[in-house]
């Protein structure tokens, strides 16, 4: 079954430096997600991306955040200076679209800053 | 915006059935997915309602009343794998997928 794929699993960077999260969707898939989960908290949204540009960003995804779509099959999610709340699971999932189409996620890549 | 609320923790014995609500309010529903999450891991989906009633996919069943901004997921014959999260979320009209706070489910000997 098609999944989608994120690296690196583990990352701890320190405070202030740039972080590259990757991920592969689903290949046939048309709309890509960032979300986050700080430990023992919701899921929440970051950005959502469609048709090669962002189509909605939450409040937390300020302008430390950036996406990009480099190639046919690549997503990342860049954090510019990461700060300690950044720590968290970070999901990307993608979907089809459409009524009723779940979207998929990724394992997750687990950010520690300190 | 999107409000989506869901109690925080239930428990239940093996064997039994539990019933896990969610109320939401949004400006825009195309839909309300259930996802189970267990701890470390990614979300993974459960089930669908768009129209109103029950869908029922084996052990777990899930009701909509899009009126009362209501939904809830049923779990028969609970299984002490069943220990999880479970995550309501509302799509909307662009795709976007919000979820609710999670409910923790823990399952009894």
């Known amino acids: 079954e098609p999944e989608v794929t994120q690296t690196p699993s583990h990352q701890v960077t320190q405070m202030g430096q740039e972080v590259i999260l990757r991920c592969v969707p689903i290949?046939?898939?048309?709309?890509f997600y960032w979300y986050r989960q700080i430990l023992g908290q919701k899921v929440e949204f970051l950005v959502s991306f469609y048709n090669n540009e962002i189509s909605e960003k939450s409040e937390i995804f300020d302008d430390q955040f950036s996406v990009e779509r480099p190639d046919g099959s690549n997503f990342t999610l860049k954090i510019r200076s990461t700060k300690l709340e950044d720590s968290a699971m970070y999901f990307c999932?993608?979907?089809?679209?459409?009524?009723?189409?779940?979207?998929?996620f990724g394992e997750g890549s687990w950010l520690t800053v300190v | 915006g999107q409000n989506i609320d869901q109690p925080t923790e239930m428990t239940a014995t093996e064997g039994a059935i539990v019933q896990i609500n969610c109320t939401y309010q949004?400006?825009?529903?195309?839909?309300l997915f259930w996802y189970q999450q267990h701890a470390g891991e990614a979300p993974t989906f459960l089930s669908y309602n768009v129209l109103d009633g029950l869908e029922e996919k084996g052990r777990f069943s899930s009701f909509l009343s899009r009126s009362k901004g209501y939904s809830y997921l049923l779990l028969k014959e609970l299984q002490m794998k069943d220990s999880a999260s479970y995550l309501c979320?509302?799509?909307?009209?662009?795709?976007?997928?919000?979820f609710g706070p999670g409910t923790r489910l823990s399952v009894l000997p």
């Open positions: 949004t400006s825009g529903f195309n839909g």
């Open positions: 979320a509302v799509v909307d009209y662009g795709q976007n997928f919000v």
């Open positions: 290949s046939n898939h048309l709309y």
């Open positions: 999932a993608s979907s089809s679209g459409g009524s009723g189409n779940t979207i998929y």
